[in-house]
């Protein structure tokens, strides 16, 4: 049917050069921007799955970021004790000269200054490590989460140690005799501190105690549930003493000592007694708290500290009895930051694994993510080109369709 006003093959080929031009821009736009999915009308569904990709992706990287940070932050704390643990080593070394009798008192003197120095040196790494301008090892930082994971909760622990020497609050017994020899005819020398119940002791805190001029040092290694210290260990010793048990250390003092060798007990909650061995009016000996640290720093009327090196801060090597207990410290105070050391490592490790993993996940997660949202280039090359033959021949076709009206002016002519 020849008709005029409705050009029925102009439609429908305009419609179709309509239709091409659209999936000729959407083409365009894939090839322009390198993603499939540019609006929500191009796979609403894969949109939501990217969106959701991208920010596990972005959150694995930044995961990734942090372990590293973690992994630097306690690298930071690992070297400080390693320089402690040679500090140590040093530390004990001159405790062993300081025992043998090749040294006159002036000797020993001055090896006890040295041993001093080195104790002080050890205080100042604890209380001077840095990271990033926080303290690490000071007993401030303590319990630390690091976030290793896109998503909340996924985090890794790690206790920083404590290397620098600090007071227990409330920490200051009173030292009283309970029974003097010397007035009470044939009973044995008895000396009990009493701690207070107020004391916030906890599990490795160091007790020390100056009995005759000689320092010993002992760990705590049990509250009870009142916070009460129940169970302690002199070092040197394998030994627990247990409140209210049967159990007693004996203790060598400095000398001769008439009272013989002490023994420790724990007799109620917070009170430890020392008692001497032999019993007449010269059996007498002496407990007191320690005043100082070996750094000079004043510890008046405190016997508990805490900090993995809290007992070398007391020791003294400047006699044979105070040098033989400063290799039993020593010894202890190793032990521990080697224990430190370990734990340190062993986090170290796993942040590493950690990071290696995050990264083949964030990696793995980004190929899928690609799968959905990045424009193939193969196909949409060849989509270009096809809508673009289609709409060099729908134009021609729109031509030819417009041109066809004409036609019918012939058979108006021929009329």
Known sequence: MATINTNMAANIASNALTRNERTMGQTMERLSTGLRINSAKDDAAGLAISSKMTSQIRGLNQAVRNANDAIGMIQVEEGAMKEVSSILQRMRELSVQAISDS??????????????????????IGNNTQWNGTDLIDGTKGASSFQIGANASQTVGHTFAQVATTLVSGSNPAAAEATDAATSGSAKEKHTMTFTDTSTYAVDDTLTFNLNGTIFSANVDELDSDGDISKITFHGSSTQIVEGGATEVVLTISGTNAAGAITASIAADNVITFEGATGHDDADFTLAEVTTFNDGTSATNMTGARGLAAGVMFADISTSAGAQNAIKTVDHVLTKVDAARASSGAVMNRLEYAADNLTNVAQNSAAARSRILDADYASETTELARTQIIQQAATAMLAQANTQASTVLSLLSAA
Not at 103 to 124: G, H, I, M, P, Y
């Open 103 to 124: 040294n006159t008192s002036a000797d020993r003197s001055a090896l006890d200054k040295e041993f001093t120095q080195l104790a002080s040196e050890v205080q100042r």
